[in-house]
């Protein structure tokens, strides 16, 4: 069953791969590599058909939050290679359906319809909600700005995209949907939290067990959103 990660473990322990420094390739890219081959998500991903290790992400997130449920419509922003929408779309089931956009090409989904562009296009709001064809369910973004190296400006990008994500869940929710969104160690600025806490009847930050020991992500979890038409 996607999720369990039993076929992980004692099977694979003591196979460590080296991978050599190849002329032309820098260290961090055989650092990355080498990490890749190693990477027991990477290898369980592969095997269950997923497109990327982050599915398991979501995978997680959704067996502790419970967001995903039976014919839900959910939107799913930077959604390439396509990972969280196979697993969205497995978890809601055949009467249900994804929209996704990224700015990469994605290989089609069965169920699933996904866009090439920028969600942050004046017209791609309303691209993916004609799509969907109603209010969603659940908002997911797994955007990120391409790291800088520098974590202050880093942050800021992220934390943009974020509150832009935010604003288009605001929008687009049926009462009692859900948002999931990645934000940066240091969790989401005040503004920001305050904003989805006066949305949404219950506000989380978790970092999956998927999510890298050495990487500064984690996701907020709003669910139980009260409606574009709250008072106060």
């Not at 992400?57 to 502790?64: G, H, S, V």
């Not at 922003?77 to 929209?99: E, F, N």
């Amino acid at each position: 069953m996607a999720g369990k990660r039993s076929s992980k473990g004692s099977g694979n322990r003591g196979l460590h791969t080296r991978v050599k420094t190849a002329k032309g390739r820098r260290p961090s890219s055989t650092r990355w590599l080498q990490r890749q081959l190693n990477d027991p998500y990477v290898q369980e991903a592969k095997r269950q058909g997923y497109r990327s290790r982050a599915a398991f992400k979501l995978i997680e997130l959704d067996d502790k939050f419970r967001f995903l449920k039976k014919g839900a419509k959910v939107i799913d922003l930077g959604a390439a290679p396509g990972g969280w929408t196979q697993v969205a779309m497995a978890r809601i089931g055949a009467d249900g359906h994804v929209v996704g956009i990224d700015l990469q090409e994605m290989e089609a989904i069965p169920g699933a319809d996904l866009i090439q562009g920028d969600f942050l296009d004046d017209d791609a709001p309303d691209r993916l909600k004609a799509l969907l064809g109603g209010h969603a369910d659940v908002v997911l973004s797994d955007m990120a700005a391409a790291s800088t190296g520098h974590p202050q400006t880093d942050h800021l990008r992220i934390m943009g995209l974020l509150e832009v994500a935010v604003d288009f869940a605001a929008d687009v929710l049926a009462p009692g949907g859900a948002f999931v969104g990645k934000v940066l160690q240091g969790g989401t600025e005040n503004d920001l939290l305050a904003a989805l806490k006066r949305d949404f009847k219950t506000v989380k930050h978790a970092k999956p067990p998927a999510s890298r020991s050495d990487s500064a992500e984690i996701y907020v979890v709003a669910t139980g959103f009260r409606g574009a038409d709250q008072d106060g």
